[in-house]
């Protein structure tokens, strides 16, 4: 049977990054015809999603005829040989803006590749352009000034969560083979799982931010940071995670694991996730040894981590935000909120706002430097050879708003919405989300898997296992 050309760039569009670079290899396809494929796919949809912020088409045209003649030549290598990418607005790309979606960052080209997009590069991967986040990746809503809002290519109506939430949603509609994201509350995981994508949060330090914007320069900051792949499949996290990877992930054996999956913790959680949580630990009761029961400081890490994150107040972001000029943030909220005219999204200074309030003292910070100390500890001997299995958040995406009002509440509602997807960050922990279901109304639902670095490998099987038992990813048809 031949193939027809629709037929063709469905396949494409469904295809992970692996897949695309086995047809280009085995010369089934060019990776022209793929570029060419991507690029008429985005030109359709980003208008209604605006996931893609800037573009680098007639040089990734140029690359991909490069990468036919060498396959041509015999001269190909790479494991993302020829295949079509895209990379969260925070990256810096050789020759693209780099901006943080600020105003007046709206010029800042950048002349040298990030590490991990060098790296990237460096397995032949072609890069299309780049997605959308909020300011500073500072909201778990992506929108800003600069570009305006990401929607979920589920339901336009409905949040694509943030901070990597172009790239979310980007790879959902199949607007390209895989992409690569950031997080440090949630930025990979809360995407992933609002549009249905396999992302991968890495551990402390596991994967250079040179060439990250904005840097973290802060300790405690930095440990929550995790950098890793937004993808389609399991298999095609592992392979870019191993890529960009200071090391890559060292073999383990999943079936020395207990896994423990996170019973009822009295903290909100929608029906069809409880159901899904519960199927999935009748079904690896049968092949694993489970339990059921919170990790060690599960109650206390979403504190933590709101603290952490209000070190200095937020001066550091605050003075990025606005060029270091002295700023009223109560003027800049309440100028966006009625008339439109702050330079940064209200969303930006509400948020900063709440960094001066809840900044904690210096005694304050020495009490939390000793009790991650103490933890670390306590968590290494637990997961060495455990993977916790929790939800993301409490229900999926909903309408665009509602998570920013949940999470950058006065009222400290973060303590019942994030400790789920705190959990990781706060702790410096490799999470994996791997969407395995969707609710009544069609939207997916995303489970996060999460052990101690070193284990990766392990999380990867697991994600494998679930992907075949319980479903995988599937394309936003728009």
């Known amino acids: 049977m031949v193939k027809t050309p629709e037929l063709v760039d469905s396949l494409v569009l469904d295809l992970d990054a692996m897949g695309v670079a086995q047809l280009i290899m085995e010369k089934k396809i060019t990776s022209r015809q793929a570029v060419e494929i991507y690029i008429e796919h985005l030109n359709n949809i980003n208008h209604s999603v605006n996931c893609l912020v800037e573009d680098r088409f007639e040089q990734a045209l140029l690359e991909a005829d490069l990468a036919d003649k060498r396959l041509a030549e015999g001269d190909a290598s790479g494991a993302l040989f020829g295949v079509p990418i895209s990379i969260k607005e925070a990256f810096h790309v050789r020759g693209m803006k780099t901006t943080g979606g600020l105003i007046r960052r709206k010029e800042y080209v950048m002349d040298q590749d990030a590490e991990v997009v060098n790296k990237l590069r460096a397995e032949g991967a072609i890069i299309l352009g780049k997605s959308n986040t909020p300011e500073l990746c500072f909201c778990q809503e992506t929108v800003n000034k600069l570009y305006g809002r990401t929607n979920n290519p589920r339901d336009f109506r409905r949040t694509a969560g ?91 054996t999943l079936k020395s694991f207990m896994l423990n999956i996170l019973p009822d913790t009295g903290y909100p959680l929608a029906d069809h996730t409880a159901k899904l949580i519960d199927s999935i630990s009748q079904k690896c009761a049968i092949d694993f040894e489970t339990e059921r029961e919170a990790p060690p400081y599960f109650d206390d890490s979403a504190g933590v981590w709101q603290e952490i994150m209000s070190i200095d107040g937020a001066a550091n972001t605050r003075n990025e935000a606005f060029g270091g000029k002295s700023m009223n943030l109560y003027s800049s909220y309440m100028k966006e909120r009625f008339r439109g005219t702050s330079e940064v999204h209200r969303y930006l200074s509400w948020a900063l706002i709440g960094g001066a309030l809840f900044k904690p003292s210096e005694k304050r910070l020495e009490k939390i430097r000793e009790f991650l100390q103490h933890g ?103």
């Open 162 to 252: 943030g901070s990597s939430g172009g790239e979310g949603a980007l790879i959902a509609a199949g607007g390209a083979a895989a992409g690569l994201g950031s997080d440090i509350g949630g930025s990979i995981r809360f995407p992933s799982h609002f549009n249905g994508v396999v992302g991968f949060k890495s551990g402390r330090d596991q994967v250079s931010q040179t060439g990250s914007y904005p840097e973290v320069k802060e300790g405690l900051q930095y440990r929550m940071l995790g950098i890793g792949p937004i993808t389609k499949s399991v298999k095609d996290a592992r392979m870019i995670y191993n890529i960009v990877a200071k090391v890559p992930a060292p073999a383990r």
């Open 376 to 478: 670390d500890h306590i968590l290494e001997n637990y997961l060495k050879e455990r993977i916790l299995i929790m939800p993301v958040y409490h229900k999926t995406a909903p309408r665009h708003g509602v998570v920013y009002r949940e999470i950058f509440s006065i009222r400290k509602t973060f303590r019942q919405y994030l400790p789920f997807v705190a959990y990781a960050n706060t702790w410096g922990l490799p999470a994996l989300t791997v969407p395995l279901g969707f609710d009544e109304k069609g939207l997916p639902i995303g489970v996060q898997l999460i052990s101690s670095n070193g284990n990766e490998e392990a999380l990867f099987q697991m994600g494998e296992w679930l992907e075949q038992h319980f479903g995988s990813y599937k394309r936003a048809i728009l």
